[in-house]
Nanobody, 124 residues
Framework: QAQLVESGGGLVLPGGSLRLSCAASSHTFKSYVMGWFRQAPGKVREFVAAMQWTTGSTYYTDSVKGRFTISIDNAKNTVYLQMNSLKPEDTAIYYC?????????????????WGQGTQVTVSS
């Protein structure tokens, strides 16, 4: 059964860094686009970043450009989200997802698979 498992969340000071990992259990995901979304309390799940496994194309929401980097390690079947210069407004549960349709990259309700989420808290 195809699964996504996130790890790497935690508590960090403003200006700090974290790296989130999303381990994919199956090679099935290599034909998908891998995305990171986040959801803060009382807010909808929002797009953060995505990467096409086959082409390496990347996509970012404006608020994280220049601070976050999405990458894929093919050998480990793992997607990473490197987060630098973290701000309190980055606090949320971060979810890794996979979507087959390229046109749905930014739409959380059209993703085919989700991980369980990992909490990121940025606070002094």
């Amino acid at each position: 059964q195809a699964q996504l498992v996130e790890s790497g969340g935690g508590l960090v000071l403003p200006g700090g860094s974290l790296r989130l990992s999303c381990a994919a259990s199956s090679h099935t995901f290599k034909s998908y686009v891998m995305g990171w979304f986040r959801q803060a309390p009382g807010k909808v799940r929002e797009f953060v970043a995505a990467m096409q496994w086959t082409t390496g194309s990347t996509y970012y929401t404006d608020s994280v450009k220049g601070r976050f980097t999405i990458s894929i390690d093919n050998a480990k079947n793992t997607v990473y989200l490197q987060m630098n210069s973290l701000k309190p407004e980055d606090t949320a549960i971060y979810y890794c997802g996979a979507v087959y349709r390229r046109s749905s990259i930014f739409k959380s309700d059209e993703y085919d698979y989700w991980g369980q989420g990992t909490q990121v808290t940025v606070s002094s």
